[in-house]
């Protein structure tokens, strides 16, 4: 059963075009690089909230 299945795939009919395939892992990575570059923007963000809140946490800023 499993071998008639994947002779079915092997077949031409049952093929996608690779031009949509190409475009479609294109969009892919694309879209994966855009969520990359965001994920670092916003880590950036992070890091830059942490370090002020620890500042103004020692510097008793908080307090006054």
Known sequence: ???K???RLKS???HF???KIDAYLNSLQEK???LKKL???QLKDL???KKSILEKA???EWIK
């Open 1 to 3: 059963m499993l071998a």
């Open 17 to 19: 075009p690779k031009k």
């Open 32 to 34: 994966v690089e855009k």
């Open 47 to 49: 890091e830059e909230l």
């Open 58 to 60: 020692f510097s008793d």
């Open 5 to 7: 299945a994947f002779q």
């Open 12 to 14: 031409p009919s049952h």
């Open 39 to 41: 994920q670092e923007e």
